[in-house]
Protein backbone atom coordinates (compact mmCIF):
# COMPACT_ATOMS: atom_id res chain seq x y z
CA UNK A 1 0.00 0.00 0.00
CA UNK A 2 1.19 3.33 -0.85
CA UNK A 3 -0.10 5.06 2.34
CA UNK A 4 1.52 7.80 4.47
CA UNK A 5 3.05 6.15 7.68
CA UNK A 6 1.28 9.05 9.68
CA UNK A 7 -2.11 7.41 8.29
CA UNK A 8 -0.73 3.81 9.13
CA UNK A 9 0.14 4.50 12.82
CA UNK A 10 -1.17 5.37 16.15
CA UNK A 11 1.16 8.75 17.45
CA UNK A 12 0.71 9.64 20.82
CA UNK A 13 3.05 12.50 22.82
CA UNK A 14 2.82 13.26 26.50
CA UNK A 15 5.25 14.68 29.16
CA UNK A 16 8.13 12.35 30.09
CA UNK A 17 7.74 11.17 33.82
CA UNK A 18 10.94 11.79 36.02
CA UNK A 19 12.36 13.65 38.93
CA UNK A 20 13.90 17.28 39.21
CA UNK A 21 13.87 20.42 37.55
CA UNK A 22 14.32 18.94 33.78
CA UNK A 23 10.89 17.93 32.89
CA UNK A 24 9.32 21.32 34.42
CA UNK A 25 11.91 22.33 32.05
CA UNK A 26 10.58 20.38 28.96
CA UNK A 27 13.81 19.09 27.51
CA UNK A 28 12.17 16.23 27.02
CA UNK A 29 9.43 14.40 26.25
CA UNK A 30 7.69 10.58 25.54
CA UNK A 31 6.72 9.95 22.15
CA UNK A 32 6.08 6.53 20.02
CA UNK A 33 4.53 4.89 17.23
CA UNK A 34 2.17 2.12 18.03
CA UNK A 35 2.41 -0.38 14.50
CA UNK A 36 -0.65 -1.73 12.99
CA UNK A 37 -0.90 -4.43 10.47
CA UNK A 38 -2.74 -3.72 7.39
CA UNK A 39 -3.93 -7.50 5.79
CA UNK A 40 -3.48 -7.60 1.92
CA UNK A 41 -5.42 -10.08 0.02
CA UNK A 42 -4.20 -10.57 -3.43
CA UNK A 43 -6.62 -13.10 -4.79
CA UNK A 44 -10.17 -13.39 -3.21
CA UNK A 45 -11.43 -16.90 -2.34
CA UNK A 46 -13.88 -16.36 -5.50
CA UNK A 47 -11.33 -15.86 -7.75
CA UNK A 48 -9.28 -19.25 -6.50
CA UNK A 49 -12.42 -21.43 -6.13
CA UNK A 50 -12.77 -20.37 -10.17
CA UNK A 51 -9.71 -20.48 -11.04
CA UNK A 52 -9.61 -24.41 -9.67
CA UNK A 53 -12.88 -25.43 -10.11
CA UNK A 54 -13.74 -25.69 -6.72
CA UNK A 55 -17.56 -25.06 -4.83
CA UNK A 56 -17.06 -24.83 -1.09
CA UNK A 57 -20.73 -26.85 0.54
CA UNK A 58 -22.58 -26.15 3.53
CA UNK A 59 -25.44 -27.67 4.59
CA UNK A 60 -28.64 -27.06 6.84
CA UNK A 61 -31.88 -28.70 6.98
CA UNK A 62 -35.39 -27.12 7.34
CA UNK A 63 -37.38 -29.59 8.99
CA UNK A 64 -34.21 -30.95 11.66
CA UNK A 65 -32.49 -29.10 14.62
CA UNK A 66 -29.60 -32.11 14.41
CA UNK A 67 -26.26 -30.56 15.02
CA UNK A 68 -24.69 -33.36 12.73
CA UNK A 69 -27.45 -32.03 9.76
CA UNK A 70 -26.98 -28.06 10.44
CA UNK A 71 -23.52 -26.55 9.49
CA UNK A 72 -22.17 -23.38 11.02
CA UNK A 73 -19.19 -21.01 10.72
CA UNK A 74 -17.37 -18.98 12.89
CA UNK A 75 -15.65 -15.59 12.03
CA UNK A 76 -13.66 -13.29 14.79
CA UNK A 77 -11.46 -10.40 14.47
CA UNK A 78 -9.42 -8.99 17.24
CA UNK A 79 -8.48 -5.22 16.96
CA UNK A 80 -5.36 -3.68 17.11
CA UNK A 81 -6.18 0.08 18.49
CA UNK A 82 -9.47 0.82 21.17
CA UNK A 83 -11.19 2.89 18.27
CA UNK A 84 -10.19 -0.11 15.65
CA UNK A 85 -14.44 -1.20 14.15
CA UNK A 86 -15.17 -4.61 12.80
CA UNK A 87 -18.46 -5.01 10.86
CA UNK A 88 -19.26 -9.11 9.73
CA UNK A 89 -21.15 -8.45 6.42
CA UNK A 90 -22.83 -11.54 4.90
CA UNK A 91 -23.67 -10.79 0.98
CA UNK A 92 -26.60 -13.39 -0.92
CA UNK A 93 -24.93 -13.13 -4.29
CA UNK A 94 -28.14 -13.68 -6.54
CA UNK A 95 -29.60 -10.50 -5.59
CA UNK A 96 -26.53 -8.22 -4.06
CA UNK A 97 -28.16 -8.05 -0.67
CA UNK A 98 -25.92 -7.30 1.84
CA UNK A 99 -26.74 -8.40 5.65
CA UNK A 100 -25.14 -6.83 8.84
CA UNK A 101 -24.39 -9.46 11.03
CA UNK A 102 -24.63 -7.49 14.33
CA UNK A 103 -27.01 -9.09 15.96
CA UNK A 104 -28.51 -12.53 16.71
CA UNK A 105 -30.91 -13.18 13.60
CA UNK A 106 -28.63 -15.54 11.57
CA UNK A 107 -26.28 -16.86 14.41
CA UNK A 108 -24.55 -15.74 17.53
CA UNK A 109 -23.14 -12.30 17.67
CA UNK A 110 -20.56 -11.41 20.26
CA UNK A 111 -19.02 -7.46 19.98
CA UNK A 112 -16.21 -6.18 21.76
CA UNK A 113 -16.44 -6.56 25.43
CA UNK A 114 -18.28 -9.08 24.98
CA UNK A 115 -15.67 -11.39 26.39
CA UNK A 116 -14.54 -10.51 30.12
CA UNK A 117 -11.09 -11.93 29.39
CA UNK A 118 -10.93 -10.69 25.89
CA UNK A 119 -12.17 -7.63 25.66
CA UNK A 120 -10.67 -6.57 22.09
CA UNK A 121 -12.24 -10.44 20.66
CA UNK A 122 -15.53 -9.85 18.08
CA UNK A 123 -17.10 -13.30 16.94
CA UNK A 124 -19.89 -14.55 14.79
CA UNK A 125 -21.07 -17.96 15.08
CA UNK A 126 -23.28 -18.49 11.60
CA UNK A 127 -25.83 -20.60 11.81
CA UNK A 128 -26.59 -22.01 8.71
CA UNK A 129 -30.15 -23.60 9.41
CA UNK A 130 -31.78 -19.77 10.23
CA UNK A 131 -30.19 -18.37 6.70
CA UNK A 132 -31.58 -20.92 5.15
CA UNK A 133 -34.94 -20.45 6.82
CA UNK A 134 -35.49 -16.82 5.93
CA UNK A 135 -32.94 -16.37 2.59
CA UNK A 136 -32.90 -19.95 1.02
CA UNK A 137 -30.30 -21.78 -0.62
CA UNK A 138 -27.60 -20.31 -2.72
CA UNK A 139 -24.52 -18.68 -2.79
CA UNK A 140 -23.04 -16.07 0.61
CA UNK A 141 -20.23 -14.05 0.55
CA UNK A 142 -19.10 -13.18 3.97
CA UNK A 143 -16.76 -10.59 4.38
CA UNK A 144 -15.50 -8.39 7.53
CA UNK A 145 -15.24 -4.64 7.08
CA UNK A 146 -12.51 -2.75 9.03
CA UNK A 147 -11.92 1.11 9.77
CA UNK A 148 -8.49 1.00 11.45
CA UNK A 149 -6.33 3.95 11.90
CA UNK A 150 -8.56 6.10 9.49
CA UNK A 151 -7.92 3.17 6.55
CA UNK A 152 -11.08 1.47 5.78
CA UNK A 153 -11.23 -1.95 3.85
CA UNK A 154 -12.50 -5.32 3.77
CA UNK A 155 -11.45 -8.87 4.53
CA UNK A 156 -13.34 -11.52 2.37
CA UNK A 157 -13.97 -15.02 3.28
CA UNK A 158 -14.93 -17.75 1.50
CA UNK A 159 -18.36 -18.24 -0.86
CA UNK A 160 -20.44 -20.49 0.85
CA UNK A 161 -23.04 -22.66 -1.53
CA UNK A 162 -25.89 -23.52 0.59
CA UNK A 163 -28.06 -26.35 0.28
CA UNK A 164 -30.63 -28.43 2.06
CA UNK A 165 -29.46 -30.83 4.14
CA UNK A 166 -29.84 -34.37 2.64
CA UNK A 167 -28.30 -37.96 2.67
CA UNK A 168 -27.62 -37.45 -1.23
CA UNK A 169 -26.02 -33.95 -1.02
CA UNK A 170 -23.75 -34.99 1.69
CA UNK A 171 -22.35 -37.78 0.35
CA UNK A 172 -18.94 -37.59 -0.38
CA UNK A 173 -18.39 -35.56 2.49
CA UNK A 174 -16.43 -35.22 6.33
CA UNK A 175 -16.97 -32.28 8.50
CA UNK A 176 -14.22 -31.24 10.99
CA UNK A 177 -16.18 -29.80 14.21
CA UNK A 178 -13.97 -27.90 16.35
CA UNK A 179 -14.02 -25.51 19.66
CA UNK A 180 -11.08 -23.01 19.81
CA UNK A 181 -9.44 -22.33 23.29
CA UNK A 182 -6.13 -21.02 24.48
CA UNK A 183 -3.46 -18.21 22.38
CA UNK A 184 -2.99 -19.13 18.15
CA UNK A 185 0.64 -17.12 18.68
CA UNK A 186 1.18 -16.66 15.54
CA UNK A 187 -1.80 -14.57 15.00
CA UNK A 188 -2.22 -12.69 17.98
CA UNK A 189 -5.51 -14.15 19.31
CA UNK A 190 -6.72 -15.75 22.71
CA UNK A 191 -9.42 -17.71 22.69
CA UNK A 192 -9.32 -18.55 26.17
CA UNK A 193 -12.89 -18.25 27.85
CA UNK A 194 -14.91 -17.87 24.95
CA UNK A 195 -16.01 -21.16 23.40
CA UNK A 196 -15.55 -19.82 19.91
CA UNK A 197 -16.78 -22.66 17.33
CA UNK A 198 -17.04 -23.44 13.86
CA UNK A 199 -17.17 -26.32 10.94
CA UNK A 200 -15.71 -27.13 8.18
CA UNK A 201 -17.04 -29.31 5.43
CA UNK A 202 -14.58 -30.51 2.74
CA UNK A 203 -15.07 -32.81 0.18
CA UNK A 204 -13.67 -36.63 1.43
CA UNK A 205 -13.80 -38.96 3.77
CA UNK A 206 -13.40 -40.40 7.45
CA UNK A 207 -13.08 -43.39 9.03
CA UNK A 208 -10.86 -47.07 7.43
CA UNK A 209 -11.27 -47.77 11.54
CA UNK A 210 -7.75 -49.77 12.55
CA UNK A 211 -7.68 -51.50 16.19
CA UNK A 212 -4.90 -51.93 18.37
CA UNK A 213 -4.94 -54.50 21.51
CA UNK A 214 -2.28 -53.97 24.28
CA UNK A 215 -2.32 -56.42 26.69
CA UNK A 216 -0.68 -57.71 29.81
CA UNK A 217 0.00 -60.63 30.97
CA UNK A 218 1.62 -62.83 34.66
CA UNK A 219 3.56 -65.61 33.67
CA UNK A 220 3.98 -68.17 36.19
CA UNK A 221 7.02 -70.57 37.25
CA UNK A 222 5.31 -73.39 34.89
CA UNK A 223 5.28 -70.63 32.28
CA UNK A 224 1.59 -70.02 32.51
CA UNK A 225 0.14 -67.32 31.33
CA UNK A 226 -2.64 -65.15 33.28
CA UNK A 227 -4.12 -62.09 32.00
CA UNK A 228 -3.87 -59.11 33.85
CA UNK A 229 -5.54 -56.85 31.50
CA UNK A 230 -5.99 -55.57 28.30
CA UNK A 231 -6.78 -52.00 25.97
CA UNK A 232 -7.72 -51.09 23.02
CA UNK A 233 -6.96 -48.11 21.10
CA UNK A 234 -8.14 -47.30 17.43
CA UNK A 235 -6.52 -45.61 14.64
CA UNK A 236 -8.56 -43.49 12.01
CA UNK A 237 -8.06 -42.17 8.39
CA UNK A 238 -9.19 -38.33 7.20
CA UNK A 239 -8.74 -38.11 3.40
CA UNK A 240 -10.17 -35.30 1.60
CA UNK A 241 -10.31 -34.71 -2.09
CA UNK A 242 -8.38 -32.03 -4.17
CA UNK A 243 -8.91 -29.13 -2.31
CA UNK A 244 -7.65 -25.20 -2.31
CA UNK A 245 -5.14 -23.61 -0.03
CA UNK A 246 -7.66 -21.75 1.29
CA UNK A 247 -9.11 -24.82 2.60
CA UNK A 248 -6.06 -26.54 2.96
CA UNK A 249 -4.59 -23.89 5.46
CA UNK A 250 -7.53 -23.53 7.24
CA UNK A 251 -7.47 -27.12 7.91
CA UNK A 252 -3.25 -27.23 9.13
CA UNK A 253 -3.61 -23.90 10.29
CA UNK A 254 -6.65 -23.13 12.43
CA UNK A 255 -8.76 -26.14 13.15
CA UNK A 256 -5.96 -28.80 14.36
CA UNK A 257 -5.00 -26.59 16.82
CA UNK A 258 -7.74 -27.40 18.46
CA UNK A 259 -8.22 -29.30 21.43
CA UNK A 260 -11.63 -30.40 20.98
CA UNK A 261 -11.86 -31.48 17.58
CA UNK A 262 -15.08 -33.91 16.25
CA UNK A 263 -15.42 -35.45 13.31
CA UNK A 264 -18.39 -36.56 10.93
CA UNK A 265 -18.70 -38.32 8.37
CA UNK A 266 -21.24 -38.47 5.29
CA UNK A 267 -19.99 -41.42 2.51
CA UNK A 268 -22.99 -43.33 1.95
CA UNK A 269 -20.17 -46.34 1.62
CA UNK A 270 -18.36 -45.52 4.37
CA UNK A 271 -17.98 -49.36 6.66
CA UNK A 272 -19.49 -47.35 9.66
CA UNK A 273 -22.42 -44.58 10.51
CA UNK A 274 -21.14 -44.04 13.34
CA UNK A 275 -18.99 -40.81 13.08
CA UNK A 276 -21.17 -38.13 13.69
CA UNK A 277 -19.59 -35.49 16.31
CA UNK A 278 -16.81 -38.30 16.58
CA UNK A 279 -13.99 -37.13 19.02
CA UNK A 280 -10.59 -37.53 18.05
CA UNK A 281 -7.09 -36.49 18.81
CA UNK A 282 -4.58 -36.00 15.73
CA UNK A 283 -2.17 -38.58 15.84
CA UNK A 284 0.37 -37.45 12.44
CA UNK A 285 0.24 -35.89 9.09
CA UNK A 286 0.01 -39.34 6.71
CA UNK A 287 1.65 -36.57 3.77
CA UNK A 288 -0.11 -34.36 1.54
CA UNK A 289 -0.19 -35.06 -1.83
CA UNK A 290 0.69 -32.32 -4.74
CA UNK A 291 0.24 -33.07 -7.97
CA UNK A 292 2.29 -31.28 -10.72
CA UNK A 293 -1.09 -30.08 -13.36
CA UNK A 294 -3.43 -28.92 -9.90
CA UNK A 295 -3.06 -26.26 -7.73
CA UNK A 296 -5.13 -28.28 -5.54
CA UNK A 297 -3.87 -30.75 -2.59
CA UNK A 298 -5.02 -33.86 -0.82
CA UNK A 299 -4.97 -33.98 3.10
CA UNK A 300 -3.86 -37.16 4.48
CA UNK A 301 -4.34 -37.43 8.50
CA UNK A 302 -4.47 -39.92 10.93
CA UNK A 303 -6.34 -39.76 14.12
CA UNK A 304 -6.69 -41.73 17.21
CA UNK A 305 -9.74 -41.99 19.66
CA UNK A 306 -9.48 -39.10 22.18
CA UNK A 307 -10.68 -41.08 24.69
CA UNK A 308 -9.53 -44.19 25.59
CA UNK A 309 -11.80 -46.45 27.87
CA UNK A 310 -12.47 -49.58 26.22
CA UNK A 311 -10.60 -51.40 28.84
CA UNK A 312 -10.64 -54.86 30.66
CA UNK A 313 -8.83 -55.91 34.14
CA UNK A 314 -8.72 -59.43 35.92
CA UNK A 315 -8.01 -57.16 39.31
Avoid at 29 to 37: I, K, P, R
Avoid at 160 to 168: I, M, P, Q, R
Avoid at 216 to 231: A, C, E, G, P
Avoid at 236 to 262: A, G, H, V, W, Y
Amino acid sequence: MAENIQDLVHIKTEDFECLGDVCGMKERTLSYALYVDIPEQPLTPEEVFKECCYIHKVLASSTSGKDYKNDYTGFFHKRQLPSETCEFIMIEMETGDEFELDNDDYGTYKTFGSYTDQPDLTTFVLDWKKVLVDLGTGPYKILKRVNLAGLAFDVEYLVYNLFEFSTGQANGTARIDVSMSGLLEKIGVDFTGTNFKTTLRVPGFFGRRETKWEEDNLIDRRYVKTQISMKQTNEFKFQTNMIPDCISNEIFDFLLFSDDIRMNDYNLNNHSYAFQKFKVKLESNEGTEHITTSRKVRVNLLFNDKIVNNNKRNY
